[in-house]
């Protein structure tokens, strides 16, 4: 599926496991939710309990989902998106090394708190 569809990627926290896993595929994000600024931004908290999330949890999960959804309804109502199809080069090189920095390496750029493109995808065409 990643190599068919633009892949929003979701991190969740500063091991940022969405960008790494992407990054041993071989594949690059159409954009990144890095979800610590948007708790930041929003001033949300993901709760103490993770079986039942409370409700401040609740309300930074909703927030995450508004941004993807917000990406992707742009994506899809721009069909002249450059967007050209990948193809998975995994990379197992860096499965264990802790020192790359996956920021860097997927040359994120920032377009809103907490939401990012790579520097090697076009802009949006979109305002968030």
């Not at 995450?64 to 002249?80: F, N």
């Amino acid at each position: 599926m990643v190599e068919e569809c633009p892949t929003v990627v979701i991190d969740g926290c500063a091991h940022q496991c969405g960008s790494n896993f992407l990054l041993l595929l071989g594949i690059e994000p159409i954009a990144r939710i890095y979800t610590p600024e948007i708790m930041l931004e929003t001033h949300l908290e993901p709760g103490r309990t993770r079986k039942e999330l409370e409700e401040s949890g609740k309300l930074l999960a909703r927030e995450v989902a508004r941004q993807a959804t917000t990406i992707a309804r742009g994506l899809l109502e721009t069909p002249d998106y450059p967007y050209l199809r990948q193809t998975l080069r995994p990379n197992p090189a860096p499965l264990f090394d802790y020192s790359v920095d996956v920021e860097k390496e997927l040359g994120y750029v920032s377009v809103a708190p907490g939401i990012y493109r790579p520097a090697g995808m076009p802009p949006f065409p979109f305002r968030l």
